[in-house]
């Protein structure tokens, strides 16, 4: 049964930069034809897809993030990482890793979350 | 850039009702629609993809149908257990774009 585990810091002091790592277990990252994303959630509103990198390596970025996100794979490690820039009060979030399922693209197996408090 | 609108953004109805949410992509994104289920504190979880197909071990009482711009995910019968907030997702072209959401509850 593959599992997903976020960690990393829970505050990150502003303009400095959010590093979070998704660990996955029960499966390769290496495995073909999935999507391996981040997702966020600030308190009491929605979500919000950050970006997502294919197993073959190439990235995909919201928009309105790209110019502040990377997204990387470790598959030694059998882990993602995302890292997200020049941090504000307005990233503070739940942040969430997901991977898409083997017939589509939504994702369909999340990590428990991890909440980051931007804060000085 | 596709955006993702929904409606209600809240709503409320008694067990047994009957109730529909509605997205729509401002572009047409054929079937590739998701909605998720996050109920309070909780994890976000996989209803339905490709517009209508069930994913496994969701109750047979949700569905979903739609293709191109406007989508609806019914619930045939409210029960309890539904209440939460569900989004649609759009997952064409590597651009996962999520709804704003609508928060379901009990009358």
């Known amino acids: 049964q593959l599992q997903l585990q976020e960690s990393g810091p829970g505050l990150v002091k502003p303009s400095e930069t959010l590093s979070l790592t998704c660990t996955v277990s029960?499966?390769?990252?290496?495995?073909?034809?999935?999507?391996w994303g981040w997702i966020r959630q600030p308190p009491g509103k929605g979500l919000e897809w950050i970006g997502s990198?294919?197993?073959?390596?190439?990235?995909y970025y919201n928009p309105s993030l790209k110019s502040r996100v990377t997204i990387s794979v470790d598959t030694s490690k059998n882990q993602f990482s995302l890292k997200l820039s020049s941090v504000t009060a307005a990233d503070t979030a739940v942040y969430y890793c997901?991977?898409?399922?083997?017939?589509?693209?939504?994702?369909?197996?999340w990590g428990q979350g991890t909440m980051v408090t931007v804060s000085s | 850039d596709i955006q993702m609108t929904q409606s209600p953004s809240s709503l409320s109805a008694s067990v047994g009702d009957r109730v529909t949410i509605t997205c729509r992509a401002s572009?047409?994104?054929?079937?590739?629609l998701a909605w998720y289920q996050q109920k309070p504190g909780k994890v976000p979880k996989l209803l339905i993809y490709a517009a209508s197909t069930l994913q496994s071990g969701v109750p047979s009482r949700f569905s979903g149908s739609g293709s191109g711009t406007d989508f609806t995910l019914t619930i045939s019968s409210l029960q309890p257990e539904d209440v939460a907030t569900y989004y649609c997702?759009?997952?064409?072209?590597?651009?996962?774009?999520f709804g704003p959401g609508t928060k379901v509850d009990i009358k």
């Open positions: 997702q759009k997952y064409n072209s590597a651009l996962f774009t």
């Open positions: 990198i294919y197993y073959s390596g190439s990235t």
């Open positions: 997901a991977r898409s399922g083997e017939q589509h693209d939504a994702f369909d197996i």
């Open positions: 572009q047409g994104i054929s079937n590739y």
């Open positions: 029960g499966g390769s990252i290496s495995s073909s034809s999935y999507y």
